[in-house]
Nanobody, 123 residues
Framework: VQLQASGGGLVQAGGSLRLSCVAS????????MGWFRQAPGKEREGISC????????AYADSVKGRFTVSRDHVKNTVYLQMNSLTSEDTAVYFC?????????????????WGQGTLVTVSS
């Protein structure tokens, strides 16, 4: 599967952005989808995931209550709605996919990665 992320940009603190990640290929529903980010000088951080049938999702504490992950199986797309952004959210955001058949979504061991989209939050 190939992934194409988009939607990053420059936003003021307190603002919102929605990231999109389009997946090519078949059987989108067997893939758990994750969102990760990497800020300058920091390690990559898993921030959200959603399982194949969108019945389970998870969030890192750093984004819980502000970010919402969703997916559209008709469009083979996963979204990350980001609200109440702060300068701490400035990073390159990546979407990723892995085959996973469990009821939850893992935040590790993703095999397929998109190219990343830059989010810059100005204070």
């Amino acid at each position: 599967v190939q992934l194409q992320a988009s939607g990053g940009g420059l936003v003021q603190a307190g603002g919102s952005l929605r990231l999109s990640c389009v997946a090519s290929g078949k059987m989108f529903s067997v893939y758990s989808m994750g969102w990760f980010r990497q800020a300058p000088g920091k390690e990559r951080e898993g921030i959200s995931c959603i399982n194949g049938h969108a019945v389970s999702s998870a969030y890192a504490d750093s984004v819980k209550g502000r970010f919402t992950v969703s997916r559209d199986h008709v469009k083979n797309t996963v979204y990350l709605q980001m609200n109440s952004l702060t300068s701490e959210d400035t990073a390159v955001y990546f979407c990723a996919a892995r085959k996973y058949y469990g009821p939850h979504c893992p935040m590790t061991d993703y095999h397929y990665w998109g190219q990343g989209t830059l989010v810059t939050v100005s204070s």
